[in-house]
């Protein structure tokens, strides 16, 4: 008998198994968000966006 895996006549795999099937493990999905669970809660002023006074700007610019 040659060592050519086409020929052989046992029920033995020709080739060693390259990867095996086992379990794994998941990670449980993350719950989610609560749209407006801070509604109320914070406050935005109106003056948020705009340009800081030029006192703030020069102690930014002085660090």
Known sequence: ????????????????????????SVRPAAPARRLGLLDGKIHIPEDFDDPLSDEILTEFEGC
């Open 1 to 24: 008998m040659s060592g050519d895996p086409s020929t052989r006549r046992d029920d033995r795999p020709a080739m060693e198994p390259v990867a095996r099937e086992e379990p794994v």
